[in-house]
């Protein structure tokens, strides 16, 4: 687990890259963070995917400038679905992509607390490698806790998601997950 610097059109990228300890090469996933940036939480999650087998790097798309100017940049981008927050997104996945011990199939996810689903497993890119959700944790979100896109079509529900006081009374979708940690 290590930090990095990922080459973009606008300059180095801020990251955190989590390896497995098993033989590669391996899948990759891209970890994106909410709005609270690169915290614990979310090298936590990149460590998790790590020990499941995945090169994962979680890029600090607040790093270049103030939080509410990058946060503002970010929500523009959302709304037009193209800026600099997708071409960061972008590099990061084409980085990881390019590395010796990729297969060169990468996907993202995302973990948010107090915002929308707490953990959204999704697809698309038409990578479709294989997904286990297994022994998520999602509290207090505004939205699902724990949610699998159906494009995610070798997505396996491993067991042991917990999802409690989220926005969606089912808590989960397209999940199984408990109620109580």
Avoid at 12 to 19: E, I, R
Avoid at 50 to 76: K, N, Q
Avoid at 78 to 105: I, K, N, Y
Avoid at 140 to 154: F, K, L, R, S, T
Wanted: aromatic share 10%.
């Amino acid at each position: 687990m290590a930090d990095v610097m990922i080459a973009t059109d606008r300059g180095d990228l801020p990251g955190y890259l989590a390896v497995p300890t098993t033989p590669g090469p391996w899948p990759g996933v891209v970890v994106l963070h909410d709005v609270l940036g690169m915290s614990k939480d979310l090298k936590a999650q990149a460590d998790w995917l790590a020990g499941a087998g995945y090169l994962a790097v979680a890029p600090d798309l607040l790093s270049w400038g103030s939080r509410v100017t990058c946060l503002r940049s970010i929500f523009r981008d959302l709304r037009a679905r193209r800026g600099r927050a997708f071409d960061d997104v972008e590099a990061t996945r084409a980085w990881l992509a390019g590395r010796d011990d990729s297969t060169g199939q990468v996907t993202y996810t995302h973990a948010s607390h107090n915002g929308g689903s707490g953990i959204y497993i999704f697809d698309d890119y038409g990578v479709f490698f294989p997904y286990l959700a297994q022994n998520h944790t999602a509290e207090h979100n505004g939205d699902w806790g724990i949610a699998m896109d159906v494009g995610v079509p070798q997505g396996t529900d491993g067991g042991g998601n917990v999802a409690f006081g989220n926005g969606q009374p089912a808590q989960c979708l397209n999940i199984v997950c408990a109620s109580t940690p």
